[in-house]
């Protein structure tokens, strides 16, 4: 043998197979002598290596607690999160990069107790991300208080005379919550637990693994000697598991292991992405126009009515088509509308401008819309209108006696709208049909200009009606 | 998407989707995580659409708790990682936000804010989550908080808050309010580079192995570190990334002479559009007012603010709450009177009442 050979194979007995995987730096690690996370730790790292996963692809996520310090000593790309938010925390990483394997280690106050709401959210997003929770029925790190896990009776510090909440079962609540693949071992039986592992990361789905290990805080405040030797002598490691090995999660009646779901990854419908209808509209009615230098220096628009009139579609007609008209114009358009979608009053506010728009609501409107006298009503009956104003009126939904008191230099012009698109089309036309009117009557916008952005603003498969009805409000003619 | 010179017609929480992609560019991911509230649901509606369709993930997330987590985990990873929330999400997302300056994860949080506190008025506007922009998280942390006023801005502001969290690993705020967010305005959605990604030592999943802690760590390897020392380290570490380039960061925008000014109004979002038409008005009547617009009110433009003080006259604040930039201001005037014009939410101040208030504190002046 000579020197070198020596100095090599000396070098291979040194180096522990897990070395790679574990952040020297970090050592000793800050675990109780009698605590077995280290264990768990270990097992991550031996299933790792047996699954031949590239480290520089695996992440690891924990939250805040015992466990959750397994992050720290593990030479991998980690995150330690805060409270409760590992899995949240994990669901970003994935999303962002699906090729790495993303894994939560933590607690059972940190998952199942502060982070619980993620815990159940993770079963129903359905992301191949795997969590293992070690259980060791309470808050250990910050002196054992009680947490969802406590078995009933037991004493922690914020119990002292024996805990009088029923815990609720990790198992069976993964297993309402979706998840693919869910299992329960105990620190004591490592193999076990290598094999829950290789099989949790292996599956596509959201994995849950429940690993129920000892904390002496626990041990000495409830006289147990040790739960170590509890899990050892009434844990079952079981082939087969039916329903009644759910709830055999407590130790004290005894403890069911193995694997209580793999399945694969629930069928999802194919994303079908949203294409959009407009241009093939577009195409198919041609309206073509021509933009030109409007003149306007500064003209409020108003629109109001009820809910459900189509006054904030109406509004954006009317923007559209002087975007149309004059793309240099300057133009806001804000709404306002009570809770309910239907019913309510409803209001929205057009500027055009030469100048950019500073404020950006309508205080005097130069020309205004009523699609109904349910704005007016709420102001007391007043109608606001500039003494040289128009307003254009759905006499079929106006009380006209509101218009009486106005200046003689407003111009009023009736028509009603509600009433002709009811006989001849849909009701949800009516603002349509008001504005052919308003076409008519006022020169502000080009009538080409506000075609085209009817079909711009109208529902996909409506183009044609409601091109329609602003033809009937353009022709119309009192009788 | 339009042409050159083809104007949108979008709303201010539609611009933010698009600010989004022209700051990752074809290539970058961007990791949308919300979880609905009004006024900024159409954002997440928006983005449900157009990141998908773009290669990037979009979800729904159980709470804005989550939402938060997982842009800064997302973050991490060198992807555009953003959420928006309206108040109440925002104080859910304060914990998640000193995490993600804890562990450099650069992330966009959007804010359109409403009338508050707690649920107060879903659909109507408010500018009261100023204060906790900056100081709503346990410790000190950077911060930057943009504040946009129109629908363009909004689109550029977004882009902007991508490239400083990118730049700084940072979360940075981007504050809409409701008028903001819904308010339409026809803006060109411009071609701007797409902004550069963090080193590869900064991120997961490039083989460096790193380790991020919420824990007070050491700046070399991120490992925790408790004690005064490393505390000491870090956390003026992490607060200098802002601080040494605050002049850079800050940006704010002067309207009206202000050097001769009797009356300066200092205002940010959409109070600041009354406040434009006002001191128009103001000035056509020959008064010596101007205007100061925050664009970022966090770093605060006080450099600016304490030269202004050089003359003395009266600043008003005019804001949406009940004077929380006010305090700001008050802080770096020590000639001038600092006074507040203020309404407590659901809507802005007209211009005439701007004016009255401005002819106010001019004739309490002669």
Same mark, same amino acid.
């Given at each position: 043998m000579t020197t070198d050979q020596s100095e090599e194979s000396n070098m291979e007995i040194n180096q522990h197979p897990y070395a790679d995987l574990l952040r020297k730096e970090m050592m000793p690690n800050i675990w109780c002598s009698s605590c077995r996370i280290g264990r768990i730790k270990n097992t991550f790292i031996e299933a790792i290596q047996q699954l031949g996963y590239d480290p520089d692809k695996c992440v690891v996520v924990s939250g805040i607690g015992c466990s959750s310090r397994i992050a720290g000593y593990l030479n991998l790309d980690s995150i330690h999160a805060t409270h409760g938010r590992a899995i949240p925390t994990a669901l970003g990483v994935k999303l962002a990069n699906p090729e790495l394997k993303v894994c939560v280690m933590g607690g059972d106050g940190d998952i199942l107790g502060i982070g619980g709401n993620h815990f159940l959210a993770l079963g129903r997003h359905g992301h191949d991300i795997n969590v293992f929770c070690m259980n060791n029925?309470?808050?250990?790190?910050?002196?054992f208080q009680h947490g969802p896990t406590t078995p009933l009776g037991a004493r922690t510090i914020t119990t002292s005379s024996g805990s009088p909440y029923v815990p609720i079962n990790p198992v069976a609540v993964a297993l309402a919550a979706g998840y693919t693949f869910v299992a329960r071992s105990t620190s004591s039986h490592p193999y076990h637990l290598i094999d829950c592992m290789i099989s949790a990361m292996k599956n596509r789905g959201p994995s849950f693994i429940e690993i129920l290990i000892p904390c002496m805080l626990y041990e000495r405040r409830n006289k147990i000697k040790s739960l170590e030797a509890i899990f050892l002598e009434k844990a079952k490691i079981k082939e087969t598991l039916s329903e009644e090995d759910i709830n055999q999660g407590d130790f004290m009646k005894g403890i069911s292991l193995g694997i209580f779901r793999d399945a694969p990854v629930r069928e999802r419908p194919r994303l079908s992405l949203v294409k959009s209808t407009k241009k093939t509209a577009a195409k198919k009615f041609r309206i073509s126009f021509k933009s030109r230098a409007s003149g306007i220096k500064y003209m409020q628009i108003r629109m109001e009515g009820t809910?459900?009139?189509?006054i904030v579609q109406g509004g954006k007609t009317l923007i559209l088509a002087a975007m149309n008209m004059d793309p240099k114009l300057n133009s806001t358009l804000t709404k306002r509308y009570g809770p309910?979608?239907?019913?309510g009053s409803c209001l929205t506010d057009v500027l055009l401008s030469s100048q950019p728009v500073d404020y950006p609501f309508v205080e005097v409107p130069d020309l205004l819309m009523m699609m109904s006298d349910i704005v007016a009503k709420e102001r007391g009956g007043k109608v606001i209108i500039s003494d040289k104003g128009t307003i254009v009126v759905d006499e079929s939904m106006v009380d006209l006696r509101l218009l009486r008191n106005l200046p003689k230099t407003v111009k009023v012009f009736k028509i009603p709208a509600t009433q002709i698109a009811r006989e001849n089309f849909r009701v949800v036309v009516a603002n349509n049909v008001l504005m052919g009117f308003v076409c008519k009557v006022t020169s502000i916008i080009d009538k080409n200009c506000l075609k085209a952005a009817i079909l711009k603003a109208a529902p996909p498969g409506t183009e044609e009606m409601n091109l329609a009805a602003f033809e009937r409000g353009y022709k119309f003619r009192k009788s | 998407m339009s042409d050159d010179n083809q104007r949108t017609l979008l709303t201010g929480n539609d611009a933010v989707v698009e600010g989004l992609c022209c700051a990752a560019g074809n290539k970058r991911r961007i990791v949308y995580a919300g979880y609905p509230i009004t006024p900024a649901s159409e954002i997440a509606t928006r983005a449900s659409v157009i990141i998908p369709r773009r290669g990037g993930a979009f979800i729904q997330m159980e709470d804005e708790i989550g939402s938060i987590q997982a842009a800064a985990g997302a973050g991490l990873t060198g992807a555009i990682a953003v959420t928006a929330t309206s108040g109440p999400g925002f104080s859910l997302m304060s914990e998640g936000l000193g995490f993600a300056a804890m562990i450099e994860s650069p992330v966009v949080c959007i804010n359109v804010q409403r009338g508050g506190p707690s649920t107060g008025m879903p659909t109507w506007m408010g500018q009261g989550d100023m204060m906790q922009a900056r100081w709503g998280t346990h410790g000190d942390r950077p911060v930057i908080v943009l504040v946009p006023n129109s629908v363009q801005e909004t689109l550029l502001l977004t882009y902007e808050a991508c490239k400083l969290s990118q730049k700084y690993l940072i979360p940075v705020a981007l504050m809409l309010d409701e008028i903001i967010g819904h308010m339409e305005e026809p803006i060109t959605i411009p071609e701007l580079p797409p902004i550069p990604s963090a080193p590869d030592v900064e991120i997961i999943g490039k083989g460096h192995r790193l380790h991020r802690t919420? &824990?007070?760590?050491?700046?070399?390897?991120? &490992?925790p570190r408790i004690n005064p020392d490393a505390q000491e380290k870090l956390v003026r570490y992490l607060l200098d990334k802002i601080k040494k380039d605050a002049k850079k960061i800050v940006r704010y925008e002067s309207f009206g002479a202000v050097e001769d000014a009797e009356v300066i109004i200092i205002c940010y979002g959409s109070e600041s559009r009354s406040v434009r038409a006002a001191v128009k008005q103001a000035r056509k009547k020959k008064l010596k007012v101007a205007m100061v617009r925050l664009i970022t009110a966090w770093p605060f433009p006080k450099d600016f603010i304490r030269k202004l003080d050089k003359k003395k006259r009266v600043y008003l604040v005019a804001e949406i709450n009940a004077g929380q930039m006010r305090i700001e201001v008050e802080r770096y005037i020590k000639n001038g009177t600092v006074q507040g014009l203020n309404l407590m939410g659901g809507r802005i101040h007209t211009p005439g009442e701007i004016l009255e208030a401005i002819e106010e504190r001019m004739s309490d002046d002669n």
């Open positions: 029925f309470g808050y250990s790190m910050t002196g809910g459900g009139q189509g309910e979608m239907k019913g | 919420g &824990l007070t760590h050491d700046l070399e390897m991120h &490992l």
